[in-house]
């Protein structure tokens, strides 16, 4: 796969960042490089992010909306809001699937099947989409809200392999090829993505 999907099936995030650690391990780097877990979908945590974005108020784990990887919705998201901006923040969000231990990590060492359940291991890979949101647009099959997303993707990898390696928190930067660099028109009326193709994939310390 080169991207997470929809609940409705439209292609949305890229993949484009991978992290390799227990999940102990990739919560405790990224809150260190400065991003917030994003809380559960709940009424309460809805309505509180309804009046954040109304109010200008701050909100550092509001929801995320739901995407899909290996027919299972994020195991873990994380997001940083962009102060001044309401409603705007960059985010990520990962999947836990595993991978071949006892060969380099390529396109090929990666288990991109078979991951319907939450996948535990004492070291997994977390496969990433990170993106960020920029501003308010409408569905285009059926005019409801949702989040514009900057169309640069890279820029978005890019910002967390530079924190993690600022924080002294990575080990070694690999970078894969996942298929031609391309662009994808998602689901927003007048919204697109464009991407180089590629994973790097961050072994932490």
């Given at each position: 796969p080169?991207?997470?999907?929809?609940?409705?099936?439209?292609?949305?995030?890229?993949?484009?960042i991978g992290i390799i650690a227990t999940r102990y391990d990739l919560v405790k780097a990224m809150q260190?490089?400065?991003?917030?877990v994003a809380d559960k979908h709940s009424l309460k945590n809805l309505v509180r992010q309804g009046l954040s974005t109304v109010h200008g108020w701050t909100y550092n784990n509001a929801p995320v909306s739901n995407l899909y990887l290996f027919g299972r919705k994020q195991d873990i998201a994380f997001e940083i809001p962009i102060e001044g901006a309401p409603g705007s923040r960059?985010?990520?969000?990962?999947?836990?699937?595993?991978?071949?231990?006892?060969?380099?990590?390529?396109?090929?060492?990666?288990?991109?099947?078979?991951?319907?359940?939450?996948?535990r291991d004492d070291k997994l890979l977390w496969v990433g989409a990170a993106s960020k949101d920029v501003g308010i647009g409408f569905i285009r099959h059926n005019l409801q809200i949702t989040h514009m997303i900057d169309p640069d993707t890279n820029s978005e990898r890019e910002k967390i392999v530079g924190q993690?390696?600022?924080?002294?928190?990575?080990?070694?930067?690999?970078?894969?090829?996942?298929?031609?660099?391309?662009?994808?028109?998602n689901r927003v009326l007048n919204g697109s993505l464009h991407t180089d193709g590629k994973m790097d994939i961050v072994s932490l310390k």
């Open positions: 080169l991207y997470c999907i929809t609940p409705d099936g439209f292609a949305s995030d890229p993949l484009n260190k490089a400065g991003w917030y960059h985010h990520v969000r990962f999947w836990a699937t595993t991978y071949k231990k006892d060969s380099p990590i390529d396109i090929h060492a990666i288990d991109w099947h078979h991951r319907r359940e939450h996948v993690l390696k600022k924080a002294k928190l990575s080990k070694k930067v690999t970078s894969i090829t996942l298929g031609k660099p391309y662009k994808v028109i």
